[in-house]
């Protein structure tokens, strides 16, 4: 089974995010990246599927110079061979700019499977993965937690609501978008990390895709949201507002 992993560097979560002088973008100098965690959660799941059947996992990643080392801590974790498409004007295209040189790249492939995350830490758009299928007329499901191969195509367990789950089957190839959480996430070993020093490391720029056409998102500034901080007092007797502060707790903080 060949299995096309579409991965994303992201800043990484602990790391302290500054606005930067021009009011469109944050500041990047100093700032620490990482692999975006759904898309590390869809490596997993690729790795487990190779370990069962056998193939070939191959990670895709666009971005700037700096997605490289994302990208080897792929390889060294057990991709097989990676390709970087060289882009330094993401933050110019939206999700569908962004799905469309994804898709160019894994036309020449033709993978049985792609998985991408559900969605990214940074911008949390969740659409690149569904985009995706439907430029390459691919069946697609999303929330996967979970994977299997079967004699005609595959078995996911999707995640629903109010800890609802649906186990669906659909053949092969296709394109699924993966939740956080499904498996245990595994590190680089020290092989793995010599091992990725030599694995194919292969550099396509959006140009020799076909899109290179011009942005087609313009931002106008970004902001660091408000901290607001607010005091409601709850009248009526002591059961009247226990109830009250539930409804509150359960439909407004939305955190029981």
Same mark, same amino acid.
Request: zero cysteines.
């Given at each position: 089974?060949? *299995? ?26 100093? =700032? ?6 759904? $898309? #590390? ?10 370990? #069962?059947?056998?193939?070939?996992? +191959?990670?895709?990643?666009? %971005?700037?110079?700096?997605? %490289?080392?994302? +990208? ?15 882009? $330094? ?6 999700? &569908?700019?962004?799905?469309? &040189? ?8 033709? !993978?049985?499977? +792609? ?7 940074? =911008?949390?758009?969740? /659409?690149?993965?569904? *985009?995706?299928?439907?430029? &390459?007329?691919? !069946?697609?499901?999303?929330? *996967?937690?979970?994977?299997?191969? @079967? ?20 053949? @092969? ?5 993966? /939740? ?11 092989? %793995?990390?010599?091992?990725?020093? @030599? ?6 720029? #959006?140009?020799?895709? %076909? /899109?290179?056409?011009? !942005? ?17 007092? =709850? ?9 009250? =502060? ?8 939305? +955190? *029981?």
């Amino acid at each position: 089974m060949k *299995i096309v992993v579409a991965i994303k560097q992201v800043p990484d979560r602990d790391a302290p995010v500054r606005i930067d002088a021009s009011g469109k973008w944050i500041e990047e100098s100093g =700032l620490q990246f990482a692999m975006n965690e759904p $898309d #590390a959660y869809a490596l997993e799941e690729a790795l487990r599927l190779k370990e #069962a059947q056998g193939g070939e996992v +191959i990670v895709l990643s666009a %971005g700037p110079e700096r997605v %490289g080392t994302t +990208i080897r801590e792929a390889l060294a974790k057990g991709a097989d061979r990676a390709i970087h498409i060289t882009a $330094d004007d993401l933050g110019t295209r939206d999700a &569908l700019g962004v799905a469309k &040189l994804i898709a160019e790249a894994i036309k020449p492939e033709s !993978p049985d499977l +792609i998985l991408t995350g559900l969605q990214s830490e940074d =911008l949390g758009l969740g /659409q690149t993965g569904v *985009i995706l299928a439907e430029l &390459l007329n691919l !069946p697609h499901a999303s929330l *996967i937690l979970h994977v299997e191969a @079967t004699g005609t195509g595959l078995k996911v367990k999707r995640e629903l609501e109010a800890g609802w789950f649906q186990e669906i089957e659909l053949p @092969t190839p296709a394109v699924l978008t993966i /939740q956080s959480g499904g498996n245990k996430l595994r590190y680089a070993t020290l092989m %793995g990390i010599k091992k990725a020093k @030599t694995k194919e490391f292969r550099a396509v720029s #959006a140009a020799d895709l %076909g /899109q290179s056409s011009a !942005p087609t998102v313009t931002l106008g500034q970004i902001a660091l949201p408000s901290k607001q901080r607010s005091t409601q007092i =709850l009248s009526g007797s002591a059961k009247e507002a226990a109830a009250a =502060l539930v409804e509150k707790l359960k439909f407004e903080a939305r +955190i *029981i």
